[in-house]
């Protein structure tokens, strides 16, 4: 396996790990709570983070860490828990499902990368994919939850590309440290001031949690942020089309949901499209010159 397929597939296990987001909000945490859940997910493991990597930011790097805490983390997380929390897991997966084509027009305008026929085909094979996953008779589109849906994947491309474009001088693992502990921050006002305080904690309750910050949070983002450190976000990106995959695989799996022809069929269009959105990221090859 050369380099770039080693960083596409370590890379695509962060979205795959996300896609659990959805079984572990609905089946181990409090109802209701979408911002502080948000936070309680962002800022232990960014403080955590910390503590390991020992360093902070300085000079522009203050402000840029807000700012992509912001985008990447307190908008798009308190986004995805009120569209979690009020549509099906796998249908407030296939509202994001729009990022990619998000990413696609926000790399060229701030990049300066090419816009690809193919890049564009594979974002709509994906959403059409992920809507042959879920789209089901019975899938409730509830107004305000696919808003939400919508309003986080715009705020997570927009992060995505930034986070490529400044390139920061440090390390994956600091710069996710900056981040998560940036977004737990800006969520903790926004979160006393708008929900009332969390009931008493179950240990269900506390082992989501830990599962959402140390797994869905620390260490995917880690992963997530080296992948845009080494690939184009038109490449990393569609990776994202896994997450709704993984929601529908854990529904099946875990609380026995019915897996239809339909949804296999979904599967294979996912999967059909995160490759053609790799195949359109080739190095082109230069024709061959004639004597």
Not at 79 to 85: D, E, R
Not at 204 to 218: C, H, R, S
């Amino acid at each position: 396996m050369n380099t770039r397929n080693f960083d596409i597939g370590l890379t695509a296990v962060a979205p795959a790990i996300w896609g659990s987001t959805y079984l572990v909000t609905t089946e181990f945490l409090p109802p209701g709570y979408p911002l502080t859940v948000a936070m309680l997910r962002a800022l232990p493991a960014g403080l955590l983070l910390l503590l390991v990597v020992r360093q902070m930011p300085k000079g522009i790097w203050w402000l840029r860490s807000f700012l992509l805490g912001a985008l990447n983390f307190s908008f798009f997380w308190a986004m995805l828990f009120v569209s979690a929390y009020r549509l099906p897991g796998g249908v407030a997966a296939t509202v994001g499902a729009i990022q990619p084509l998000i990413v696609i027009v926000l790399s060229r305008i701030v990049l300066g990368s090419p816009i690809r026929a193919l890049s564009v085909g594979a974002g709509v094979a994906g959403i059409a994919g992920v809507a042959l996953l879920v789209l089901t008779p019975n899938a409730a589109l509830d107004p305000v939850g696919v808003f939400a849906g919508m309003a986080g994947a715009v705020s997570m491309a927009f992060g995505t590309v930034l986070s490529r474009h400044w390139a920061p001088p440090v390390s994956p693992l600091t710069f996710t440290a900056w981040q998560l502990t940036a977004g737990g921050l800006l969520l903790v006002p926004v979160a006393l001031l708008l929900e009332p305080s969390l009931p008493p904690l179950t240990m269900a309750n506390l082992m989501g949690f830990a599962y959402l910050g140390l797994i869905g949070a620390a260490f995917t983002y880690v992963l997530w942020l080296r992948g845009l450190s080494r690939l184009e976000p038109a490449q990393v990106s569609p990776l994202g089309f896994l997450s709704p995959v993984t929601a529908i695989l854990l529904g099946w799996g875990v609380l026995e949901q019915q897996l239809t022809p339909v949804q296999l069929i979904g599967i294979a269009v996912v999967f059909a499209s995160v490759w053609m959105s790799q195949q359109a990221q080739m190095p082109r090859r230069a024709a061959p010159v004639r004597a």
